[in-house]
Nanobody, 125 residues
Framework: QVQLVESGGGSVQAGGSLRLSCAASGYTYSSNCMGWFRQAPGKEREGVAAIYTGGGSTYYADSVKGRFTISQDNAKNTVYLQMNSLKPEDTAMYYC??????????????????WGQGTQVTVSS
Protein backbone atom coordinates (compact mmCIF):
# COMPACT_ATOMS: atom_id res chain seq x y z
CA GLN A 1 0.00 0.00 0.00
CA VAL A 2 1.50 3.28 -1.12
CA GLN A 3 1.59 5.97 1.52
CA LEU A 4 2.83 9.54 1.42
CA VAL A 5 2.82 11.23 4.80
CA GLU A 6 3.52 14.95 5.00
CA SER A 7 4.57 16.86 8.08
CA GLY A 8 6.09 20.17 9.02
CA GLY A 9 3.38 22.67 8.18
CA GLY A 10 2.42 25.46 10.53
CA SER A 11 2.00 29.17 10.97
CA VAL A 12 4.82 31.66 10.57
CA GLN A 13 5.24 35.36 9.99
CA ALA A 14 6.34 36.73 6.67
CA GLY A 15 10.06 36.26 6.17
CA GLY A 16 10.10 33.11 8.25
CA SER A 17 10.94 29.54 7.30
CA LEU A 18 9.38 26.10 7.42
CA ARG A 19 10.53 22.67 6.30
CA LEU A 20 8.03 20.19 5.00
CA SER A 21 8.71 16.46 4.94
CA CYS A 22 7.12 13.71 2.91
CA ALA A 23 7.81 10.12 3.91
CA ALA A 24 7.06 7.60 1.15
CA SER A 25 6.39 3.91 1.57
CA GLY A 26 4.83 0.99 -0.26
CA TYR A 27 6.68 1.32 -3.56
CA THR A 28 10.19 1.40 -4.93
CA TYR A 29 11.51 4.83 -4.21
CA SER A 30 13.83 5.25 -7.15
CA SER A 31 13.71 6.59 -10.69
CA ASN A 32 10.49 8.44 -10.19
CA CYS A 33 9.44 12.00 -9.55
CA MET A 34 8.34 13.44 -6.23
CA GLY A 35 6.52 16.73 -6.32
CA TRP A 36 5.15 19.34 -3.98
CA PHE A 37 1.92 21.08 -4.89
CA ARG A 38 -0.13 23.68 -3.11
CA GLN A 39 -3.67 24.91 -3.23
CA ALA A 40 -5.05 28.02 -1.62
CA PRO A 41 -8.78 28.57 -1.09
CA GLY A 42 -10.42 29.64 -4.32
CA LYS A 43 -7.31 29.02 -6.38
CA GLU A 44 -6.15 26.25 -8.66
CA ARG A 45 -3.62 23.69 -7.53
CA GLU A 46 -0.09 24.80 -8.34
CA GLY A 47 3.04 22.76 -8.83
CA VAL A 48 5.69 24.19 -6.51
CA ALA A 49 8.73 21.97 -6.88
CA ALA A 50 9.78 18.48 -7.86
CA ILE A 51 12.77 16.18 -7.71
CA TYR A 52 13.70 13.24 -9.87
CA THR A 53 14.64 10.63 -7.30
CA GLY A 54 16.93 8.76 -9.64
CA GLY A 55 19.36 11.51 -10.50
CA GLY A 56 18.41 14.30 -8.13
CA SER A 57 17.38 16.84 -10.76
CA THR A 58 15.18 19.53 -9.28
CA TYR A 59 12.48 21.76 -10.71
CA TYR A 60 10.78 24.86 -9.34
CA ALA A 61 7.92 27.15 -10.10
CA ASP A 62 9.02 30.70 -10.86
CA SER A 63 7.09 31.94 -7.84
CA VAL A 64 9.35 30.05 -5.43
CA LYS A 65 12.73 29.98 -7.16
CA GLY A 66 15.46 31.21 -4.89
CA ARG A 67 13.29 30.79 -1.78
CA PHE A 68 12.33 27.10 -1.72
CA THR A 69 14.63 24.10 -1.95
CA ILE A 70 13.54 20.53 -2.58
CA SER A 71 15.80 17.72 -1.46
CA GLN A 72 15.67 14.05 -0.61
CA ASP A 73 17.08 11.44 1.71
CA ASN A 74 17.06 8.22 -0.27
CA ALA A 75 17.90 6.14 2.80
CA LYS A 76 14.71 7.36 4.44
CA ASN A 77 12.55 7.52 1.28
CA THR A 78 11.80 11.09 2.29
CA VAL A 79 11.51 14.31 0.34
CA TYR A 80 11.85 17.72 1.93
CA LEU A 81 10.75 21.20 0.98
CA GLN A 82 12.72 23.92 2.72
CA MET A 83 10.77 27.15 2.48
CA ASN A 84 12.56 30.40 3.29
CA SER A 85 11.54 34.03 3.02
CA LEU A 86 7.93 33.01 3.20
CA LYS A 87 5.29 35.41 1.96
CA PRO A 88 1.58 35.65 2.77
CA GLU A 89 0.86 34.46 -0.77
CA ASP A 90 2.57 31.16 0.08
CA THR A 91 -0.34 30.37 2.38
CA ALA A 92 -1.94 27.16 1.16
CA MET A 93 -2.41 23.48 1.78
CA TYR A 94 0.73 21.74 0.59
CA TYR A 95 0.63 18.25 -0.87
CA CYS A 96 3.32 15.75 -1.64
CA UNK A 97 2.83 13.54 -4.70
CA UNK A 98 4.59 10.62 -6.38
CA UNK A 99 4.86 10.10 -10.11
CA UNK A 100 6.02 6.52 -10.60
CA UNK A 101 6.67 6.92 -14.34
CA UNK A 102 8.03 10.39 -14.76
CA UNK A 103 6.96 11.78 -18.10
CA UNK A 104 8.62 15.18 -17.90
CA UNK A 105 5.74 17.45 -16.95
CA UNK A 106 6.49 17.74 -13.25
CA UNK A 107 4.09 20.67 -12.79
CA UNK A 108 1.06 18.77 -14.01
CA UNK A 109 -0.93 17.17 -11.23
CA UNK A 110 -2.40 14.55 -13.52
CA UNK A 111 1.06 13.06 -13.96
CA UNK A 112 1.12 11.90 -10.35
CA UNK A 113 -0.16 8.55 -9.17
CA UNK A 114 -0.29 9.07 -5.42
CA TRP A 115 -0.93 11.99 -3.10
CA GLY A 116 -0.46 12.71 0.55
CA GLN A 117 -3.11 14.12 2.84
CA GLY A 118 -1.68 17.62 2.84
CA THR A 119 -0.21 19.93 5.44
CA GLN A 120 -1.31 23.51 6.02
CA VAL A 121 1.11 26.41 5.71
CA THR A 122 -0.07 29.82 6.88
CA VAL A 123 2.07 32.92 6.51
CA SER A 124 0.93 36.10 8.23
CA SER A 125 2.01 39.60 7.29
Amino acid sequence: QVQLVESGGGSVQAGGSLRLSCAASGYTYSSNCMGWFRQAPGKEREGVAAIYTGGGSTYYADSVKGRFTISQDNAKNTVYLQMNSLKPEDTAMYYCAADLEYGGSWWEGYEYNYWGQGTQVTVSS
